[in-house]
């Protein structure tokens, strides 16, 4: 293939797949926009915490922002040959490959003091878990991971005896968000009922043993951790092997691209 025919392939490879992304990136920053403004209705349809799904809409908007940059820069600089965008196309692509590199770098070399950070957070949102009033943000966030991985307390379902409520209390209050459905308490051994104040603080009744998960978070999140590190790493490897593909890709176009109009005004 000519050089000319080459560079062709090149520049209109860039703009489909950009156009590809651009269009993407609408429609993340769209559905993170509806879960933002509509954030009741998925939380009675996912059950899941006002806070995740809050989070997750501002993760989801910050995401199609920057594909939706990513990929008008990329259209635009290639399509018209624009060399200032193609620049700065290059540029992003190089901080967010050097980002996750860096990201990457700091979660393992550093991952026994983020583990112990958190689980001194983790202890924190459990001591000081409210009892008048709703729970805020802190606390959901706590309770939905609760739920999600169906796991009690950091070490185990013991620490919430730290918590001054559940210690002082007359009555054997738990977390919710811990209670067990196949706890043999649900089948007669004990009788467990819902709080009046459930919805308010997050707490619920028990009469006998609590009927909670008996695991605690920390072996939850290790657990999850191994059966997706391969589905993780594999993901974090083919965005940054796309990454360097474009960014190649890109670098050709910059570097030709003003060889041709050197041509052009010479024979002009």
């Not at 290790?222 to 890109?250: D, F, H, P, R, T």
């Amino acid at each position: 293939m000519s050089p000319h025919g080459c560079l062709s392939v090149t520049k209109y490879f860039l703009f489909l797949f950009n156009l590809l992304f651009f269009v993407l990136g609408g429609i993340i920053l769209s559905f993170g926009l509806w879960i933002l403004i509509d954030q009741q209705s998925f939380a009675a349809i996912l059950g899941s915490s006002l806070y995740a799904l809050k989070v997750w809409s501002y993760i989801l908007s910050g995401v199609g922002i920057i594909t939706m940059l990513m990929g008008f820069l990329g259209c635009l600089g290639s399509l018209k040959e624009i060399k200032c965008m193609l620049g700065f196309y290059f540029g992003f692509l190089f901080l967010l490959f050097a980002a996750q590199i860096t990201i990457g770098v700091l979660l393992y070399t550093q991952r026994v003091t983020l583990s112990g950070k958190v689980g001194v957070f983790v202890e924190d949102a459990i001591q000081t878990y409210p009892l008048a009033g709703p729970p805020s943000e802190k606390y959901q966030s706590w309770d939905f991971i609760q739920g999600q991985l169906q796991c009690c307390g950091w070490n185990s379902y013991l620490d919430w005896h730290q918590n001054p409520v559940v210690d002082n209390s007359s009555r054997q209050l738990y977390p919710c968000s811990c209670h067990n459905s196949s706890s043999p308490g649900e089948r007669g051994t004990n009788i467990t009922k819902a709080s009046s104040m459930q919805g308010a603080t997050g707490f619920c009744i028990a009469y006998g043993e609590w009927p909670v998960y008996r695991q605690g978070c920390a072996i939850s999140v290790q657990g999850w951790l191994a059966n997706n590190i391969i589905s993780i790493v594999g993901v974090c490897l083919g965005i940054a092997l796309m990454e360097l593909c474009l960014m190649m890709l890109s670098m050709f176009l910059f570097r030709n691209m003003g060889q041709n109009y050197d041509k052009l005004t010479r024979y002009s």
